[in-house]
């Protein structure tokens, strides 16, 4: 009898044994003075190029762009992003274009900054485009998922802001929902909708466009201090909060009918705020807590109790911010399915979240088609109503490597204009003959290496 109830009692799980493991101290960033601002969001932002964090800045606010590559000590004369006049609380790289990031600052203006491949060599004082619309300070950034150059922004007035970032133009105004302060906001996967918590106690699910409530709930934890949510799969909401007794919640929630949680756990009485990131292609939410020094995490799935705790990477050190790469960025030959570059006082460091494995063959079972760096809809067509579906690419041939020139020459103008993409093919055009050149240059020096070679060996 006792076999039978112990095989009910463990889950079957491919996600089981997820552990998590921090780099090697040479694989961290030393010596960055990570900001002190006291502020919920997470301070750091990473794609497959590059790595950001907000850092101490004196008079105005900075943050530090680093290629992925340039591990180690990080020099004090290390150039950065300095164009704000007041601490930058909230930055975000671009889905669809790696070397576009966006800033928000308590001076109440976005920023929206162009990174040269390689990195900084100078520091950057002027953004490509600056969104002014907030009347305090703005906490809150997130980019459209599907949409190019669409973004979000929510301000300490209780704002929610939706940008065309092409033309430097605030399209949706969303003024006369929240009460009181926004805690968080971000899009569900293809950005049909919004989620936001607020300081008073309510979850509200947005129509963009209109700037109107689907569906809403009051109380979703009792406590007084910050919610956050996001959108799990299936439309369902996850939410992190406290009870009145101050202990940390997770909560799951079906908007359809937003009575009851779905399901409610209490964790533990620390009072970091914890931070949800939501792995749609596992079905694993990680909740980092700030100021904590672990990671815990779940699988979501669609039988009770729905959030299944699986295990929690502990270390000593307490973290200040976390930034997540993106699925394209990870080595998939690793098995490794999820990474954070986990925010020190004074360094940044990955720490990779690995399933075990035996086999070196491409894991299908892990890695189903994700989201891809390409939009779908541009700007001008999403704010008229055209709705955009992911793009899905493989990740089977390790996809993080291929960038694609042309993309970067199609945005610098689009940014600048409202024009939608011009023709990809001239860019294309352009870079095959780039590339010929190139391998003309490589042949000619190889010939020439040759020679020299057969010259020496004839002379010995």
């Given at each position: 009898?006792?076999?039978?109830?112990?095989?009910?009692?463990?889950?079957?799980?491919?996600?089981?044994?997820?552990?998590?493991?921090?780099?090697?101290?040479?694989?961290?960033?030393?010596?960055?003075?990570?900001?002190?601002?006291?502020?919920?969001?997470n301070f750091c932002s990473v794609n497959p190029k590059f790595v950001a964090m907000i850092v101490d800045a004196s008079g105005g606010g900075a943050f530090l762009v680093l290629p992925l590559n340039k591990t180690g000590r990080i020099d004090m004369s290390?150039?950065?992003?300095?164009?704000?006049t007041g601490p930058v609380l909230d930055i975000e790289f671009c889905p669809h274009n790696d070397n576009i990031i966006a800033s928000g600052s308590e001076d109440c203006s976005v920023m929206i900054w162009e990174i040269p491949e390689g990195g900084l060599?100078?520091?950057?004082?002027?953004?490509?485009?600056?969104?002014?619309?907030?009347?305090?300070?703005?906490?809150?950034?997130?980019?459209?998922?599907?949409?190019?150059?669409?973004?979000?922004?929510?301000?300490?007035?209780?704002?929610?802001?939706?940008w065309n970032v092409a033309c430097g133009e605030a399209m949706v105004r969303i003024d006369s929902v929240h009460p009181d302060l926004i805690y968080s906001a971000c899009w569900n996967r293809d950005g049909s909708q919004i989620l936001t918590s607020c300081?008073?106690?309510?979850?509200?699910?947005?129509?963009?466009?209109?700037?109107?409530?689907?569906?809403?709930?009051?109380?979703?934890?009792?406590?007084?201090?910050?919610?956050?949510?996001?959108?799990?799969?299936?439309?369902?909401?996850?939410?992190?909060?406290?009870?009145?007794?101050?202990?940390?919640?997770?909560?799951?929630?079906?908007?359809?009918?937003?009575?009851?949680?779905?399901?409610?756990?209490?964790?533990?009485?620390?009072?970091?705020?914890?931070?949800?990131?939501?792995?749609?292609?596992?079905?694993?939410?990680?909740?980092?807590?700030?100021?904590?020094?672990?990671?815990?995490?779940?699988?979501?799935?669609?039988?009770?109790?729905?959030?299944?705790?699986?295990?929690?990477?502990?270390?000593?050190?307490?973290?200040?911010?976390?930034?997540?790469?993106?699925?394209?960025?990870?080595?998939?030959?690793?098995?490794?399915?999820?990474?954070?570059?986990?925010?020190?006082?004074?360094?940044?460091?990955?720490?990779?979240?690995?399933?075990?494995?035996?086999?070196?063959?491409?894991?299908?079972?892990?890695?189903?088609?994700?989201?891809?760096?390409?939009?779908?809809?541009?700007?001008?067509?999403?704010?008229?109503?055209?709705?955009?579906?992911?793009?899905?690419?493989?990740?089977?041939?390790?996809?993080?490597?291929?960038?694609?020139?042309?993309?970067?020459?199609?945005?610098?103008?689009?940014?600048?204009?409202?024009?939608?993409?011009?023709?990809?093919?001239?860019?294309?055009?352009?870079?095959?003959?780039?590339?010929?050149?190139?391998?003309?240059?490589?042949?000619?020096?190889?010939?020439?290496?040759?020679?020299?070679?057969?010259?020496?060996?004839?002379?010995?």
């Amino acid at each position: 009898m006792e076999v039978t109830m112990s095989r009910k009692v463990v889950r079957a799980s491919k996600f089981r044994h997820v552990f998590g493991q921090g780099v090697k101290a040479d694989q961290c960033y030393d010596d960055i003075r990570i900001s002190q601002m006291t502020w919920d969001s997470n301070f750091c932002s990473v794609n497959p190029k590059f790595v950001a964090m907000i850092v101490d800045a004196s008079g105005g606010g900075a943050f530090l762009v680093l290629p992925l590559n340039k591990t180690g000590r990080i020099d004090m004369s290390q150039p950065t992003v300095c164009g704000h006049t007041g601490p930058v609380l909230d930055i975000e790289f671009c889905p669809h274009n790696d070397n576009i990031i966006a800033s928000g600052s308590e001076d109440c203006s976005v920023m929206i900054w162009e990174i040269p491949e390689g990195g900084l060599v100078t520091p950057l004082n002027d953004p490509v485009v600056k969104l002014e619309g907030h009347s305090k300070r703005v906490g809150i950034l997130s980019w459209h998922p599907t949409a190019h150059n669409v973004l979000m922004s929510a301000g300490c007035d209780n704002v929610v802001i939706l940008w065309n970032v092409a033309c430097g133009e605030a399209m949706v105004r969303i003024d006369s929902v929240h009460p009181d302060l926004i805690y968080s906001a971000c899009w569900n996967r293809d950005g049909s909708q919004i989620l936001t918590s607020c300081k008073d106690k309510t979850i509200r699910v947005l129509d963009p466009r209109k700037g109107t409530v689907i569906a809403e709930k009051e109380k979703t934890h009792e406590g007084s201090r910050p919610v956050k949510a996001v959108f799990v799969s299936e439309g369902k909401i996850l939410s992190t909060g406290f009870s009145r007794m101050s202990e940390r919640q997770v909560a799951l929630w079906d908007p359809k009918s937003f009575g009851e949680p779905l399901t409610l756990q209490e964790l533990d009485t620390s009072s970091g705020v914890l931070l949800p990131f939501f792995d749609p292609d596992t079905g694993i939410v990680y909740l980092c807590g700030k100021g904590d020094s672990s990671i815990r995490y779940f699988e979501v799935t669609d039988e009770a109790p729905y959030v299944h705790y699986l295990s929690m990477y502990s270390s000593k050190e307490s973290q200040k911010g976390m930034g997540y790469m993106p699925k394209r960025g990870l080595e998939v030959n690793k098995c490794e399915i999820a990474r954070f570059y986990k925010l020190h006082e004074r360094k940044c460091e990955p720490i990779v979240m690995t399933v075990p494995r035996k086999s070196d063959l491409f894991q299908e079972d892990l890695y189903p088609d994700t989201m891809g760096p390409e939009p779908s809809v541009e700007a001008n067509e999403w704010f008229e109503g055209k709705e955009g579906q992911p793009i899905l690419i493989s990740l089977k041939d390790g996809f993080a490597t291929t960038t694609k020139s042309k993309e970067f020459k199609v945005h610098k103008s689009l940014l600048k204009t409202t024009s939608t993409a011009m023709g990809h093919q001239h860019g294309n055009t352009g870079e095959v003959h780039a590339l010929q050149k190139e391998v003309k240059a490589l042949k000619e020096t190889v010939e020439e290496l040759t020679k020299r070679v057969s010259k020496l060996e004839s002379k010995n």
